[in-house]
């Protein structure tokens, strides 16, 4: 390390300790290069890698979870409510945890090994036939998983800067949405060849198809030691801070959040209520109603990922250019509300509902979430962001355990009709949030170019402001008198208790008037 620093600092040359050259390192060593950043960004997208991908293991592998631990829908969902019922209180408690106990290296890998017990635990539950344990491993996974997300964008800001870093968030959510698809495409025959292997089926089979999925997670675990490695060695060369969340969470803010932003956690909690737990149960529905073999029913059940990886940074850049979110999110919730009735009603080639759902989940992500910031004040940011996390987690382990229960009872036919209507609440309320921002003055529905326009403005006027600010105390100093050397030695001679003659008082009544100024 003594050699790093003086490669880069430039170290001293000679036996005389006199000052030498400094010595480049190679660009792939060299935290200021690009090589090296290139390197550190692509441990940041694979350090999640293993989560997304175990994630929707139950999903990829549904058939084989019921059959072999003998569960209803209703308990199968429930391996979804238990990853998100810790999230309900730790999305507030996530950036804390790194700030200021952990601090980022240390908070990331506590948060991989979080996750990689949690699969490993799960794995044993299906291996043991226990159920319940399966269910504690998916509660571990869970404590893991959403903090480690929050790590993974501490991360992105702590290296990167400025327009680089709306690049650098849209390939991890695309990095994200590979660990997904690949998931629900080999999962399946993952467990194919292990059954061949023990030459049957049943909780052995499962369980050591789930160890071997987790090693992703073992995968991720390892970027986050050598990320941390390379993090804490830019600190010490480059002599920056280690990064920091910025979240301020207070739940006292509550209480000020304004009516466009519930409608907003209201969009998010009933949208996405009608996405994760149709993917989670997506195969068999495939499988049963369209009459797909188990490969097509993942490729299908999968495209909502797929097209999302490349879409997401496209529709991004997209909405940044042209502003109106509002109008956005209004398509991207009639799009999959169209999507659900398509799938619900009709034996159209099921590809053509899921693709248009795929582009809708997309465009809805990117115009939705940036509305936050454009509502609430700044300070307020981490309150915000962390109370909509907590209750769409609320909202997704409320929804799963519901979905399991109508898929048991009534069908897909009646699933169906129920995640149409938690979209057609959500349709209704970004109908009312339009209607809200209007009647408001609210900036959500803006174009880019009046936000720009108007944000130049404030800016100009913030500064002049501050120029008229400081052309009055300038204006200011010049009309006070200066102390002269005599005034000086008279304030000091009155502090000791010496007399001075009477004819001084002008001359400390105007150091008076001064020390009143100050």
């Given at each position: 390390?003594?050699?790093?620093?003086?490669?880069?600092?430039?170290?001293?040359?000679?036996?005389?300790?006199?000052?030498?050259?400094?010595?480049?390192?190679?660009?792939?060593?060299?935290?200021?290069?690009?090589?090296?950043?290139?390197?550190?960004?692509?441990?940041?997208?694979?350090?999640?890698?293993?989560?997304?991908?175990?994630?929707?293991?139950?999903?990829?592998?549904?058939?084989?979870?019921?059959?072999?631990?003998?569960?209803?829908?209703?308990?199968?969902?429930?391996?979804?409510?238990?990853?998100?019922?810790?999230?309900?209180?730790?999305?507030?408690?996530?950036?804390?945890?790194?700030?200021?106990?952990?601090?980022?290296?240390?908070?990331?890998?506590?948060?991989?090994?979080?996750?990689?017990?949690?699969?490993?635990?799960?794995?044993?539950?299906?291996?043991?036939?226990?159920?319940?344990?399966?269910?504690?491993?998916?509660?571990?996974?869970?404590?893991?998983?959403?903090?480690?997300?929050?790590?993974?964008?501490?991360?992105?800001?702590?290296?990167?800067?400025?327009?680089?870093?709306?690049?650098v968030f849209g390939l991890q959510l695309s990095m994200a949405r590979i660990g997904s698809t690949v998931n629900m495409n080999i999962m399946g025959w993952i467990y194919s060849r292990v059954q061949d292997l023990?030459?049957?089926?049943?909780?052995?089979?499962?369980?050591?198809?789930?160890?071997?999925?987790?090693?992703?997670?073992?995968?991720?675990?390892?970027?986050?030691?050598?990320?941390?490695?390379?993090?804490?060695?830019?600190?010490?060369?480059?002599?920056?801070?280690?990064?920091?969340?910025?979240?301020?969470?207070?739940?006292?803010?509550?209480?000020?959040?304004?009516?466009?932003?519930?409608?907003?956690?209201?969009?998010?909690?009933?949208?996405?209520?009608?996405?994760?737990?149709?993917?989670?149960?997506?195969?068999?529905?495939?499988?049963?109603?369209?009459?797909?073999?188990?490969?097509?029913?993942?490729?299908?059940?999968?495209?909502?990922?797929?097209?999302?990886?490349?879409?997401?940074?496209?529709?991004?850049?997209?909405?940044?250019?042209?502003?109106?979110?509002?109008?956005?999110?209004?398509?991207?919730?009639?799009?999959?509300?169209?999507?659900?009735?398509?799938?619900?009603?009709?034996?159209?080639?099921?590809?053509?509902?899921?693709?248009?759902?795929?582009?809708?989940?997309?465009?809805?992500?990117?115009?939705?979430?940036?509305?936050?910031?454009?509502?609430?004040?700044?300070?307020?940011?981490?309150?915000?962001?962390?109370?909509?996390?907590?209750?769409?987690?609320?909202?997704?382990?409320?929804?799963?355990?519901?979905?399991?229960?109508?898929?048991?009872?009534?069908?897909?036919?009646?699933?169906?009709?129920?995640?149409?209507?938690?979209?057609?609440?959500?349709?209704?309320?970004?109908?009312?949030?339009?209607?809200?921002?209007?009647?408001?003055?609210?900036?959500?529905?803006?174009?880019?170019?009046?936000?720009?326009?108007l944000q130049k403005a404030a800016a100009s006027e913030a500064e002049e402001q501050e120029r008229l600010r400081r052309q009055n105390e300038d204006d200011l100093a010049?009309?006070?008198?200066?102390?002269?050397?005599?005034?000086?030695?008279?304030?000091?001679?009155?502090?000791?208790?010496?007399?001075?003659?009477?004819?001084?008082?002008?001359?400390?009544?105007?150091?008076?008037?001064?020390?009143?100024?100050?």
């Amino acid at each position: 390390m003594a050699e790093e620093e003086r490669a880069l600092l430039g170290g001293d040359g000679g036996d005389g300790g006199s000052p030498g050259p400094p010595r480049a390192l190679p660009a792939a060593c060299d935290p200021r290069r690009l090589p090296h950043r290139l390197l550190v960004l692509a441990l940041m997208c694979f350090l999640g890698f293993g989560s997304y991908f175990c994630y929707d293991n139950p999903a990829a592998l549904q058939t084989q979870v019921q059959r072999d631990m003998k569960v209803n829908t209703a308990q199968f969902m429930a391996l979804y409510a238990w990853y998100s019922w810790p999230n309900v209180v730790l999305c507030f408690f996530g950036g804390f945890l790194i700030d200021r106990v952990f601090g980022i290296r240390l908070g990331t890998i506590i948060f991989s090994i979080f996750v990689c017990v949690g699969q490993v635990v799960f794995a044993l539950g299906a291996l043991f036939n226990t159920f319940w344990l399966m269910e504690v491993g998916r509660f571990i996974f869970g404590i893991g998983g959403e903090s480690l997300a929050v790590a993974q964008n501490t991360y992105a800001v702590s290296w990167f800067k400025g327009k680089e870093l709306n690049l650098v968030f849209g390939l991890q959510l695309s990095m994200a949405r590979i660990g997904s698809t690949v998931n629900m495409n080999i999962m399946g025959w993952i467990y194919s060849r292990v059954q061949d292997l023990l030459g049957y089926a049943g909780p052995s089979t499962l369980g050591l198809a789930l160890l071997i999925g987790g090693v992703t997670c073992l995968f991720s675990l390892s970027c986050a030691l050598i990320l941390a490695y390379l993090d804490r060695r830019a600190e010490k060369l480059l002599c920056k801070e280690q990064g920091k969340t910025g979240e301020v969470i207070k739940l006292t803010d509550v209480k000020d959040f304004s009516l466009s932003l519930w409608l907003i956690f209201v969009i998010c909690v009933c949208y996405y209520a009608a996405i994760f737990p149709f993917i989670g149960l997506g195969k068999v529905f495939f499988i049963e109603k369209f009459r797909f073999s188990p490969q097509e029913a993942s490729a299908i059940n999968s495209i909502v990922y797929i097209i999302s990886a490349p879409m997401s940074p496209v529709f991004g850049l997209l909405v940044d250019k042209v502003g109106k979110n509002i109008i956005w999110v209004l398509c991207a919730v009639i799009t999959t509300l169209a999507s659900h009735i398509m799938l619900a009603f009709t034996f159209w080639n099921p590809w053509i509902a899921m693709c248009l759902l795929g582009v809708a989940y997309s465009l809805l992500a990117c115009a939705l979430w940036p509305m936050v910031a454009f509502v609430v004040p700044e300070h307020q940011l981490g309150t915000a962001y962390g109370f909509m996390q907590s209750i769409q987690n609320l909202g997704l382990a409320v929804i799963a355990i519901a979905a399991g229960m109508i898929l048991d009872t009534r069908g897909y036919l009646f699933l169906e009709v129920f995640f149409s209507a938690c979209v057609c609440l959500s349709l209704i309320a970004v109908v009312m949030l339009y209607f809200v921002n209007h009647l408001t003055g609210g900036d959500l529905n803006w174009s880019a170019k009046k936000r720009a326009k108007l944000q130049k403005a404030a800016a100009s006027e913030a500064e002049e402001q501050e120029r008229l600010r400081r052309q009055n105390e300038d204006d200011l100093a010049k009309l006070l008198p200066k102390a002269d050397a005599f005034s000086l030695r008279n304030k000091y001679l009155s502090r000791l208790g010496a007399q001075l003659p009477a004819h001084y008082s002008s001359c400390l009544s105007t150091l008076a008037h001064r020390s009143v100024l100050k």
